[in-house]
C-alpha cells in the first residue's frame, strides 16, 4: 500500500531563516506530487505541483520554491522566511492514471517568529 | 478552474443522517466531483468521488444532480468522529489537480 510521509511534524523559525520541508512518497511510481499551504481557519492553497523528477509547476508567486530531485521525494524550500509563510503545509501525491484522487500527508506546521 | 459553493457550517446530532451540498456550476464535463474531509491539525483524507452516477462507500454516500452542478454528500449515521471540515472539489485533468475552497465544518451534537 502506499503511503506519504512528512518531516519535520512542526517547526519554529526565525523570521529571515532558510527552510526546508520534505515529503517522501512509497508504494508507489512517477506520482504527481503537491504542496499546499493552509492558513489558520483556512481553506488549502496550492502551492505547487510537480509531474515528474525535475518539473516543478507554481500556482503562487512568492518567496517559496519547490524541488524533486528524485521521483518520490518533493521539497519546499525558502532562503529567507517571511511572518506570512507561518501556517500547516501540506503535501500530497496521485496517480497519473487515477480519476484526480489526492492522498495527503500528515503536515508541518510551521510558525514564524 | 470550477468554483464551488458550501455552506460555512451544519450542525446534527449525533446518530442521524447528514446531507452536505456543494453547488459547483462552472465544472467541466470531463472534472470528477471529490469530497475530503479534516479534523483538526491533520491532513485532508478523501472521501469518496464520483463523475455522474451516485457513489456509495464505507464512508459516505455521494448524489449528483442530472445536470452536475451540484452534488450533496450524505453521512448516513453522523458520529462525533465525523466531526470535521469537509471539502467539496471538482478534479481538473491537467496535472490531476484539484482546488480546495474553505468547505463546510460539520457539528456534531451528542
Known amino acids: 500500500s502506499q503511503t506519504i510521509h512528512q518531516w519535520p511534524a512542526t517547526l519554529v523559525q526565525p523570521v529571515g531563516s532558510p527552510l526546508s520541508l520534505e515529503c517522501t512518497v512509497e508504494?508507489?511510481?512517477?506520482?504527481?506530487l503537491y504542496w499546499y499551504r493552509q492558513a489558520a481557519g483556512r481553506g488549502l492553497q496550492l502551492l505547487f505541483y510537480?509531474?515528474?523528477?525535475?518539473?516543478i509547476s507554481s500556482e503562487v508567486p512568492q518567496n517559496l520554491s519547490a524541488s524533486r530531485p528524485q521521483d518520490r521525494q518533493f521539497i519546499l524550500s525558502s532562503k529567507k522566511l517571511l511572518l506570512s509563510d507561518s501556517g500547516f503545509y501540506l503535501c500530497?501525491?496521485?496517480?497519473?492514471?487515477?480519476?484526480?484522487?489526492?492522498?495527503f500527508g500528515p503536515g508541518t506546521r510551521l510558525t514564524v517568529l | 478552474d470550477a468554483k464551488t459553493t458550501q455552506p460555512n457550517s451544519m450542525e446534527s446530532n449525533e446518530e442521524e443522517p447528514v446531507h452536505l451540498p456543494c453547488n459547483h456550476s462552472?465544472?467541466?464535463?470531463?472534472?470528477?466531483i471529490h469530497w475530503y474531509r479534516q479534523l483538526p491539525s491533520q491532513g485532508p483524507e478523501y472521501v469518496i468521488h464520483?463523475?455522474?452516477s451516485n457513489v456509495n462507500n464505507r464512508m459516505a454516500s455521494l448524489a449528483i444532480a442530472e445536470d452536475r452542478k451540484s452534488s450533496t454528500l450524505i453521512l448516513h449515521r453522523a458520529t462525533l468522529r465525523d466531526a470535521a471540515v469537509y471539502y467539496c472539489?471538482?478534479?481538473?485533468?491537467?496535472?490531476?489537480?484539484?482546488?480546495f475552497g474553505g468547505g463546510t465544518r460539520l457539528m456534531v451534537k451528542p
Open positions: 464520483g463523475l455522474t
Open positions: 500530497a501525491w496521485s496517480d497519473p492514471g487515477g480519476a484526480d484522487t489526492q492522498y
Open positions: 462552472t465544472i467541466s464535463g470531463t472534472d470528477y
Open positions: 510537480s509531474v515528474g523528477i525535475g518539473q
Open positions: 508504494g508507489t511510481s512517477n506520482p504527481n
Open positions: 472539489t471538482p478534479g481538473h485533468n491537467a496535472g490531476n489537480m484539484l482546488t
